[in-house]
């Protein structure tokens, strides 16, 4: 069994802080994990994942995303959030051995000028 | 290169009337997803294929749901009946899988909007 848990529907930064959109997963092995992000009206795009090596993961746009195995967690960040990041963040997880990926709700992330 | 095309964009029908709705994934890319997302959820798991075989149709909602796929190539979501319910932006996505890999990244089609009056 996998499931993936985004524990805020909404966060809030001003730009040019840092942001950090949390992601928590639960599987019965070893993890495959992936950022999604979606625009207004577009499908997902890929960010990033983490299938195995360094816990810190780079991707598009500036974002890395931290694997952490004890805590079961991945979360997004960047360093210096900027408008055009504003946009809904999706957080996926699929098992070794399996096709199917289990998307997390979604945590729409606005960056106030 | 091109990417995954879904058609129509928009979609809107009158409740109880059939819809079909189009995937072009990638060129060479074996499986192929449909999602389902609703209006503030996430995404929704209905049916994936790898090549024109579907091993997986556990999320289909119900017997009204269909899909096939021609081929490594297109895939039509058929919906019979439709109801309110079925209004949604269903998403396909397309990935490559190699052989004994599953670590492959799925891209998406920028989706259809359905709409059941």
């Known amino acids: 069994a996998q499931s993936v848990a985004q524990p805020e529907d909404q966060v809030n930064v001003a730009e040019g802080n840092p942001l950090t959109v949390k992601c928590t997963y639960s599987v019965s092995g070893n993890p495959y994990l992936f950022w999604y992000v979606q625009y207004p009206n577009r499908g997902l795009q890929f960010l990033l994942k983490y299938i195995t090596g360094d816990n810190l993961v780079k991707g598009s746009y500036g974002f890395e995303a931290e694997f952490n195995k004890s805590q079961t967690s991945f979360h997004l960040k960047k360093p210096s959030a900027l408008v055009s990041d504003s946009a809904l963040y999706f957080c996926a997880v699929r098992l070794l051995g399996s096709y199917i990926p289990t998307f997390g709700r979604g945590t729409s992330l606005i960056v106030h000028p | 290169g091109a990417g995954v095309s879904q058609s129509p964009s928009n979609k809107v029908t009158e409740k109880g009337k059939d819809v079909e709705l189009r995937c072009d994934p990638i060129?060479?890319?074996?499986?192929l997803y449909w999602y389902r997302q609703r209006l503030g959820q996430g995404l929704e798991f209905l049916i994936y294929?790898?090549?024109?075989?579907?091993?997986?149709k556990s999320g289909l909602p119900s017997d009204r749901f269909s899909a096939e796929r021609t081929g490594e190539s297109v895939s039509t979501l058929t919906i019979q009946r439709t109801q309110q319910e079925d209004s949604a932006v269903y998403l396909c996505?397309?990935?490559?899988?190699?052989?004994?890999?599953?670590?492959?990244?799925?891209?998406f089609g920028p989706g259809t909007r359905l709409t059941v009056l």
């Open positions: 996505a397309s990935s490559l899988v190699t052989s004994g890999s599953n670590t492959d990244t799925q891209y």
């Open positions: 060129s060479g890319h074996t499986a």
């Open positions: 294929f790898q090549g024109n075989s579907a091993p997986d």
